[in-house]
Each structure stands twice: as C-alpha cells, then as structure tokens.
C-alpha cells in the first residue's frame, strides 16, 4: 500500500462534485452555490468559471472537448461552453421533469449519454422512479430513453475501458434500514445501447456506498465511498474490473463524493467532498486513463 500526500487545495464550506480534468485545468462544481471553478495546479490559482449553473453536480468532457452536466436543481442534462448560452440536451421524460440529474457516462461516438436521476434533493418525486437514461443523438435531437427499470437511487455512472460496461453506484440512502442495500454494479451494454441484467461488484450493505468513480490507466476503477458514520469510514477504494478490492485509503475529510485524474502526466487525483473541501494527491502510484 503506497502512502499518499493529501494536499487540501481549498474548503468551500458546502458540497463540491463533478471534478474534471481540461487543458485549461480542474473545474468542479460548488453545488449549492451553483457555481463551476477552475483550479490551476500549476499556478495554485482558483477562479470561478461558470455561474448560475441551477446546482450543477457531475460533469464530463466528450472525445471532442465539449463539457456536458447534470444540473441537479435544474433537472436537466446540458453542455457548457464559457460564456455562451446552455444548451439543453435533456429536460424531461414522458412530459414530467426529471427528479434531479447527477453524474453521467459518454460512449466514444459522443452521441450516446448515460445519466443518474436519483432524488437526494428531498423534494417530491417528479418521476415515480429513480432511474439512469440515455439521451441519443439523431441528427436533429437528441432522444430519451430509460436505460435501468431496477435502481433505487443511482448516483455515479462510469464507463468500462472497453465501453462493453456501465457501471452504476446503486447508492440509495435511509442508513437505518439495514434491507436496504448499496451496491456498485455492472451493465452488459448491448448492441442497441440498451443496458442488460446487472452484476453486483461490491455490496457496502448498510453502509454509505460508492458516489462518483473514474478509471485507471488499466481500467480498474477508482471510487469514493464511505462517511465517518458508519463502517470502515470515509475511503478511497480502488477495484479491479471485477470488483475485487486491490486496496483502499482513508480519507482526510468526510463524506467523498467524487474523483478524477489530471495534470500533464495523468498522475495527479482530485477529490470533492460533501464537507465542501476539495484535495489534491500528486503521486498515487496511478494514473488515469487517457481519452
């Protein structure tokens, strides 16, 4: 087990999530401010770059270097460009708003969109059911299908190095019920982009599951789970396809929500916190995949 160096680059006081790396440098989102930053490792400097973003939550780039988000207050999937107008690529299904759009997977072509639509917000659920979809481009539109009938809460949504797989935290919360279970899961993605039966990987039984996941430069994943309620605590977990545990790592501030690899080498992991901090590691024995 390699030691890491937790550098704490900043703490927000409230929820950070959405870490991704870009040329430019690392935007995350300030959730409940509804703000994006840009944080600048090799300067230290950190700026807002986007404003008024209706709690936007999980982003992601496409292999073009368009920035897509889950605007969870908002209800919505979109892409972003700075300075220029949202543009909306999903809104509804079946003519209800969606419950509150989380994280989100993007298949290599870009026109094929995987998103969480769990309902951590509290407020009455728009949708009867918390579901993952997929948004598909035609070449007008995009369109809106359901991709899971048997998620209780899906939060984060991941991609296999093949593309053969989605993975999906099954991260429903009501810690108190010990029935309800928190699984990380795998989807046959078949030929029509359809999701088939799943496979458990990992069962974090009553306790805080996985939230946001990213790959390593072998495809194993690497995710945050965990809080200091309950449990082995608040950690970093680093899963083998399969989802045998290759090791895992405390974490210094509670409540993880989400993780990526940057810098010029890919050896650098960010992570967000639910506490509002968001921390650097520079040299954690990985690196994440390149796309």
Partial sequence: MKDWNWELIIDHGSLTEGP?????????????????????????SNKVWRKDTNGSNGMLLDTS????????????????????????????????????????????????????DPNYGGRDLSIEHESVYLASKNESEWLISRATFDTDRPNGVLLSKDSKKLYVANSPHNFDNPEIRRELRSYEIKPDFSLGEYEVLHDFGPHRGVDGMTLDSNGNIVATAGFDRSGPGPMIYHFEEDGRVIDSFKTPSDYPTNCTFGGDDQNFLF???????????????LKGLRK
């Fill in 20 to 44: 991704t790396w870009t040329k430019e440098g690392l935007l995350y989102s300030q959730c409940d401010e509804s703000l994006t930053w840009i944080y600048n490792s090799k300067d230290g």
């Fill in 271 to 285: 992570v967000t916190f639910g506490t509002g901090a968001l921390y650097q590691i520079r040299d954690t024995g």
């Fill in 65 to 116: 270097g368009n920035l897509y988000a889950c605007e969870g207050a908002g209800r919505r999937l979109v892409r972003y460009e700075k300075d220029v107008e949202t543009e909306v690529i999903a809104s509804e299904f079946e003519g209800s708003p969606f419950n509150e759009p989380n994280d989100l997977a993007i298949y290599p072509d870009d026109a094929h969109i995987w998103f969480s």
